[in-house]
Nanobody, 126 residues
């Protein structure tokens, strides 16, 4: 059974950093695209960053929402079955529940991802 578990969320001051981790089990990570999504209260779930199969982090091998470009970096370690989201220079508007999801193709559409984690809360506040 496919499982994704997020960790690393918490409370951080504006300008601070957090690293989220998404550890998967029950399926081979290197055969799936992994996306990070977030949902703030009263808002729709939105794609933050997605990484393709066997593609490391960086602009060339991943998708980033305009709002996080230059601040967030996605990377993956297939040997550890883990995908990371390094978040720097955090802003209050980054506050949301962050989810990781697995799917067959790179997409910003949450509906394209059949497997989801339970989410981890990120709060940016002074």
């Amino acid at each position: 059974q496919a499982q994704l578990v997020e960790s690393g969320g918490g409370l951080v001051q504006p300008g601070g950093s957090l690293t989220l981790s998404c550890t998967v089990s029950g399926f081979p990570l290197d055969e799936y695209v992994i996306g990070w999504f977030r949902q703030a209260p009263g808002k729709e779930r939105e794609a933050v960053s997605c990484t393709g199969r066997n593609i490391g982090g960086g602009i060339g091998g991943a998708y980033y929402a305009d709002s996080v470009k230059g601040r967030f970096t996605i990377s993956r370690d297939n040997a550890k079955n883990t995908v990371y989201l390094q978040m720097n220079r955090l802003k209050a508007e980054d506050t949301a529940v962050y989810y990781c999801a697995a799917g067959p193709n790179l997409s910003r559409d949450p509906l394209r991802y059949p497997y989801w984690g339970q989410g981890t809360q990120v709060t940016v506040s002074s």
